[in-house]
């Protein structure tokens, strides 16, 4: 009898396994068989360019879908028009192949005094308008590409993760406590308006919604970040350089925020810049990396670093209706930027150099964050990889952004035409060398309104005043603390009795 109740057990168990278990793991295969078939190909190698379209669309394809982009037909017709501008290319120097030859036998011909050439001149004009055509047919492909290839953002670099949103971003690491003690943590706005240091409806008045007037110890903390933030960058080996907020299309095309992005741009309607519109800076980022647009360099000047303190102006358009309070996202405000070109060779050694000093900052300033690797679906249009460094607001109880730190490989210096000459040896200098596009690293070093933004959450008191922080110390005047107008004239007040009295 046990025997029997054993061998219906092991049937039982049998048929459970056929039932749930292996249908489980064929749902797992088949996820793994699905995950396989998206999982993106290298595009090691590969650059942003007409060939490419055609000679690797595929590869294309794969990372505009990794993206998430809807632009995989811009990849066929951008290897339609190779296929037109070649095929133009080549019809037209048959023709012109043939109008010589039929230009020649016509001359050789009078000069032997035969004067019955019409009929050859006639024919060597058709091959000229054949000739003619196809060079507009030519330059026609090649506007359509000029007016398409722009639009492809860059390759995404190896180490990109997948994911479709910034739900798919990859925590690297955390650092700092983000527990400090207080119960009910104030938000920034209201902390720097009981400091009588902001004052949204006077901007509002003089310039409408989303942007900011500081006054006082907050704008002088705003000052000092931006010292602080400056001087660490210039010891880190950046050149601090003064650059113009107004930049032409070109220069915009050449960074990448042109052509996709206008909207979010300020576009000025009574300027131009060499006959182009001319826009607001959007960042620093533009205009120091373009400072070598078209340049051929020489290898020894790489590694070029450079860092800027400047306004960035965002229109935004796509995020009306996101952080509308207080200073987190304006139309208006100051960054230090910093930005690296590089042979490409160093391109990810350098990026990891720049994740850390900004690391550095927000270490010295005392400030929680964590650092996230950016997935494929929301990293930015020309950066291949990319890692955002978010800070803790309490009142938020969130990370947010303050600095992204992006490498563009050489999606940037092709489309700006900047280009390095590498060293040779004797023997190679008595050829041609290929020149060598370097690579762009840019990055956020910091944002200084949201660093504001954090050290007010993270450093305030109860009582509403406002540590300063030790490495900020220096650039404050001998002020340790923002505190509200009456606590500080009561401050005042006692100090000044104390010197009476002595």
């Known amino acids: 009898l046990r025997m029997i109740k054993f061998m219906l057990f092991c049937a039982v168990a049998r048929g459970v396994h056929a039932l749930l278990v292996q249908p489980i793991g064929r749902l797992r ?157 104030k938000w920034h706005d209201d902390l720097a308006i009981g400091l009588g240091g902001y004052d949204a409806d006077a901007a509002s008045r003089v310039a409408g919604a989303r942007f900011s007037v500081l006054r006082g110890q907050v704008a002088r903390l705003e000052r000092a970040i931006m010292c602080f933030c400056l001087d660490q960058a210039v010891s880190a080996g950046f050149i601090e350089t003064s650059v113009p907020l107004i930049v032409s299309r070109s ?42 647009s078209g340049e051929l360099i020489s290898a020894q000047d790489l590694p070029i670093k450079l860092c800027a303190n400047t306004p960035c102006f965002r229109a935004e358009a796509g995020s009306y209706g996101r952080d509308v309070r207080g200073l987190i996202r304006q139309h208006q405000f100051p960054k230090v930027e910093l930005v690296s070109i590089v042979h490409p060779e160093d391109a990810h050694a350098t990026h990891t150099h720049m994740l850390n000093h900004v690391e550095s900052l927000l270490q010295q300033l005392e400030l929680p964050y964590r650092v996230v690797q950016l997935c494929a679906g929301d990293i930015g249009f020309s950066a291949a990889s990319c890692y955002d460094l978010e800070v803790w607001l309490p009142a938020q109880q969130a990370y947010r952004e303050i600095s992204s730190v992006s490498l563009c490989a050489d999606f940037q210096s092709r489309r700006m035409n900047l280009r390095f000459r590498p060293p040779l040896s004797k023997d190679e200098k008595k050829k041609k060398v290929k020149t060598i596009f370097p690579a762009t690293l840019n990055g956020s070093g910091l944002a200084v309104g949201r660093t504001l933004v954090a050290i007010l959450e993270n450093y305030q008191h109860p009582d509403g005043s406002v540590r300063v922080p030790d490495a900020l110390l220096p650039y404050m005047g001998g002020l340790t603390h923002l505190r509200p107008p009456s606590a500080s004239c009561n401050i005042v007040e006692k100090n000044e009795q104390v010197t009476a009295a002595t």
């Open 29 to 185: 295969n088949v996820r793994r068989c699905i995950s396989m078939e998206i999982e993106r190909p290298s595009a090691k190698g590969l650059t942003m360019e007409l060939r490419t379209m055609r000679e690797n669309g595929d590869v294309v394809k794969a990372h505009l879908q990794a993206r998430g982009s809807s632009d995989l037909a811009i990849v066929d017709r951008l290897g339609e028009l190779f296929e037109l501008r070649a095929e133009a290319g080549r019809a037209q120097d048959e023709a012109l192949r043939k109008r010589k030859e039929l230009s020649a036998e016509v001359g050789k011909l009078i000069k032997e005094g035969k004067t019955n050439t019409d009929d050859l001149k006639a024919e060597a004009a058709h091959w000229a308008h054949v000739a003619a055509e196809k060079e507009k047919e030519k330059s026609e492909a090649e506007s359509q590409v000029a007016d398409l290839l722009p639009r492809l953002p860059n390759f995404l670099d190896d180490s990109t993760p997948s994911g479709q949103s910034e739900n798919d971003n990859i925590v690297l690491r955390t650092w700092g406590q983000i527990d400090n003690g207080l119960q009910d943590p």
């Open 251 to 292: 220069t915009l095309e050449g960074t990448g925020q042109l052509p996709k992005f206008e909207q979010d741009l300020f576009r000025l309607a009574t300027h131009q810049v060499g006959g182009q519109d001319a826009f607001l800076i959007p960042t620093a980022e533009v205009p120091l990396t373009n400072l070598f």
